[in-house]
Antibody, heavy 121, light 106 residues
Framework: EVQLVQSGAEVKKPGESLKISCQGS????????IVWVRQMPGKGLEWMGI????????RYSPSFQGQVTISADKSINTAYLQWDSLKASDTAMYYC??????????????WGQGTQVTVSS | EIAMTQSPASLSLSPGDRVTLSCRAS??????LGWYQQKRGQAPRLLIY???NRATGIPARFSGSGSGTDFTLTISSLEPEDFAVYYC?????????FGQGTRLEI
């Protein structure tokens, strides 16, 4: 079974750093793009960026370029999303998902269970 | 960036009803349009890809159609578990973009 498992919920203060993870299993992790998607409270889905674990090719949405860093370690089948200095406006649920068919421009399935990030002083 | 507009924003329906949701792209995306379902407290799930193909395990009551800029998702007879938020997403042009969602309520 193809599965993505994300790290647990985080509560942080503004200015702190954070790295959340997404571990894939049941498929060849290196060969499928992984996407990160933000969902702010009560809002819709926002595409943040993607990474191809095989060669760490990364593409960011202009809205998130410079705000987050996406990375991956293919030796442990894990992708990451990190912030150097969190803001209250980063409070959201963050999902990772696998590209369905292996294209760089693709649909997303399956999804991880989500990681809730709360930033509050 | 292609903007995706879904209508209506919400619908109040009953089990057994037939419902059609709409998604419009600001420019043509060919048939490269997908639909997702998100139940409360859960991650989204892919229902339909390339406008009209059901994803693995998706019941036949879900169907999609359209091309170019106008797309629809139809649920032929609503089951209680279908009350959720539905999002469309295009992969016809970089970057991929989502609609704002349509909420189906009882």
């Amino acid at each position: 079974e193809v599965q993505l498992v994300q790290s647990g919920a985080e509560v942080k203060k503004p200015g702190e750093s954070l790295k959340i993870s997404c571990q894939g299993s049941g498929y060849s992790f290196s060969r499928y793009w992984i996407v990160w998607v933000r969902q702010m409270p009560g809002k819709g889905l926002e595409w943040m960026g993607i990474i191809y674990p095989g060669d760490s090719d990364i593409r960011y949405s202009p809205s998130f370029q410079g705000q987050v860093t996406i990375s991956a370690d293919k030796s442990i089948n894990t992708a990451y999303l990190q912030w150097d200095s969190l803001k209250a406006s980063d409070t959201a649920m963050y999902y990772c998902a696998r590209h369905s068919f292996g294209y760089s421009l693709d649909y997303f399935a399956p999804w991880g269970q989500g990681t809730q990030v709360t930033v509050s002083s | 960036e292609i903007a995706m507009t879904q209508s209506p924003a919400s619908l109040s329906l009953s089990p057994g009803d037939r419902v059609t949701l709409s998604c419009r792209a600001s420019q043509s995306v060919g048939v490269y349009l997908g639909w997702y379902q998100q139940k409360r407290g859960q991650a989204p799930r892919l229902l339909i890809y390339d406008a009209s193909n059901r994803a693995t395990g998706i019941p036949a009551r879900f169907s999609g159609s359209g091309s170019g800029t106008d797309f629809t998702l139809t649920i032929s007879s609503l089951e209680p578990e279908d009350f959720a938020v539905y999002y469309c997403q295009q992969r016809g042009s970089w970057p991929p973009t989502f609609g704002q969602g349509t909420r189906l309520e009882i």
